[in-house]
């Protein structure tokens, strides 16, 4: 049996990866296979892919860390999923395929009343943003809350969520389209820093200053936002989608008692790790938090939707829609 599977054969540009046919893979005690309704494209898959994320993987392989999917086929699970239950998975590589056979163990079942589609959308950059905000930035009702890259995936989920926890948000984007999608998921504060000086627009919007700051980009956002902060604000990065790492003045750090914190899923306790995604899942349950995809397109176009999200003009989550049952 064969898998039709988007292929980087040579590390390089989005443009690298083309659609190949590929020999489908056996399975071994304790995993599945699953035929794949929906993958996510993430700006880790773009650094994968050009061989700059802080893992390599050898080429050739298949890109792609998050899908939803249907079980197909099981072996010795222990009893943890049947055939036809819906799924959704990630890894470092391997969902841009119509298939992938997965470690049971990373694999977890999709709600009742979310699709697949709405699964992928909202899975690992919602909880990326929810765990940041909840248990980094400790946001509380009322917070001036700024988030950079509010247009893109973790930056939009930032948005929806700190409103969800009763925040209030300055959202700071590089376009009109990505501020209008801002305001949709509740962002009250709306500053395109293309087209002002940020320090400026955050001065004007903040006072005394922001509780948090919640940032993905880096770059040259990170040190007029960290500046925004009041005394004792919490300044959480969680990537830098703009390239370059910032180089912050301490002394800031020093004078305003800022407290400046990396996020990583492993460095949250168990039990506000366990409150946090019970949370998460009721929020999308009951749809009171709704992921945005700004953009969908076949596996056979899983080049171009790289290039979108490696360019910055993405607006919420990308997907690929592979299979369509």
């Known amino acids: 049996m064969t898998v ?17 046919t590929i020999p489908s893979r056996k399975l071994a005690p304790g995993q599945v296979r699953i035929q794949v309704e929906y993958a996510a494209v993430n700006f880790p898959d773009v650094l994968v892919v050009a061989d700059e994320y802080q893992i390599s993987v050898p080429a050739p392989f298949v890109p792609g860390s998050e899908y939803t999917g249907i079980v197909t086929e ?32 990373s694999v977890s079942d999709v709600p009742h009343g979310v699709s697949l589609r709405l699964a992928a959308a909202g899975g690992v950059a919602y909880r990326t943003a929810y765990h940041a905000l909840r248990s980094v930035a400790r946001v509380q009702p009322g917070d001036p809350v700024v988030v950079l890259g509010a247009g893109g995936g973790v930056g939009l989920a930032a948005v929806a969520l700190a409103t ?9 984007a590089s376009s009109a389209e990505k501020l209008d999608a801002a305001k949709l998921h509740g962002a009250t504060g709306l500053i395109n820093h293309r087209e002002t000086d940020l320090r400026n627009a955050l001065k004007e919007h903040l006072d005394p200053g922001a509780a948090a700051v919640i940032d993905p980009v880096g770059g040259a956002l990170s040190e007029p936002a960290l500046r925004s902060l009041r005394r004792g604000g919490r300044f959480v990065t969680i990537g830098f989608a703009s390239g ?17 914190m990396g996020f990583q899923f492993g460095d949250i306790a168990r039990d506000e790790f366990t409150r946090n995604e019970d949370e998460l899942r009721q929020l999308i349950t009951s749809r009171r938090v709704e992921p945005f995809v700004g953009a969908e397109y076949p596996l056979a176009d899983a080049a171009q939707a790289l290039r979108l999200v490696a360019d910055g003009r993405a607006v919420g989550k990308v997907l690929l829609h592979v299979n369509d049952n």
Do not use: S, W
């Open 4 to 20: 039709t599977a988007a292929v980087c054969a040579e590390h390089g540009p989005p443009e690298t990866v083309a659609i190949q």
């Open 74 to 105: 099981i072996r010795e699970t222990e009893g943890r999923f049947a055939v036809g239950d819906r799924v959704m998975g990630t890894g470092l590589y391997g969902a841009f395929a119509t298939e992938v056979v997965a470690e049971a163990r």
């Open 164 to 172: 969800e926890l009763g925040a209030e948000v300055i959202a700071v």
């Open 244 to 260: 370059e790492i910032p180089r912050i003045p301490l002394n800031l750090v020093l004078v305003k008692g800022i407290q400046i």
